[in-house]
């Protein structure tokens, strides 16, 4: 699961702006100040990887791109509606890659992709579901009908909330079902005469 969290901790990188922009609005009630903020963390965050020569993944370098395109556009407009649409468009992204078939196995340890791959393989899908739901709920339940500190408190607490449950679920039910996959080849290894257990 280390490999997992690893992965999951680029994708709040990548939405590290957003967050940074969310928590600054709930703060100062001020739009302006959030996506100022937000732009000015997204432009620092890829500083400091380029200062410290460590390669900047396309979904940073997108991410930033969006950060500085909608926050302008809102600045200009004074019009938060564009910087509020902006994780849409990234879970949007990020749920399209997800539904490559098996995309999560690569970060599951060796033991899961030995015992459970089949699960990594769903799981992935229900991964990108969860990204497809996060858009739908940001474009038309929030974005569109919320003032913008009411929609900054809903998304960070949905923005976390979902993912740390899908990931507790997700964790429980693997290992639930790895522990009884692994039971049973122990049985039929015992079972069968001149076969070692595994260890």
């Not at 996506?35 to 000015?40: K, S």
């Not at 969860?130 to 003032?147: E, I, K, P, T, W």
């Not at 009884?180 to 079972?191: D, F, P, Y």
Request: proline share 5%; aromatic share 10%; charged share 10%.
């Amino acid at each position: 699961m280390k490999s997992l969290f690893q992965s999951a901790q680029v994708l709040l990188l990548d939405l590290a702006s957003t967050f940074v922009f969310l928590l600054i609005v709930l703060v100062t009630k001020s739009t302006t100040v959030g996506i100022v903020a937000g732009m000015a963390f997204g432009v620092g965050q890829i500083t400091v990887e380029l200062i410290r020569k460590k390669p900047v993944g396309v979904m940073q370098w997108l991410s930033l791109a969006l950060v500085i395109d909608f926050g302008g556009i809102s600045l200009i407009t004074h019009d938060p509606r564009f910087i509020m649409v902006k994780p849409t468009l990234i879970y949007l992204i990020v749920g399209g890659v997800m539904c490559k078939p098996g995309w999560m196995n690569r970060y599951l340890p060796p033991i899961a992709q030995e015992i459970v791959p089949d699960l990594g393989f769903a799981f992935g899908y229900v991964w990108a579901g969860l990204m497809f739901l996060s858009a739908v709920l940001n474009l038309g339940a929030v974005a569109l009908h919320l003032d913008v500190v009411a929609w900054a408190a809903f998304m960070s607490l949905w923005a976390s909330g979902s993912k740390i449950a899908l990931f507790l679920v997700q964790y429980a039910i693997m290992r639930l079902v790895a522990v009884r996959r692994r039971r049973a080849q122990e049985a039929a290894q015992a079972a069968q005469p001149g076969v070692p257990a595994a260890a």
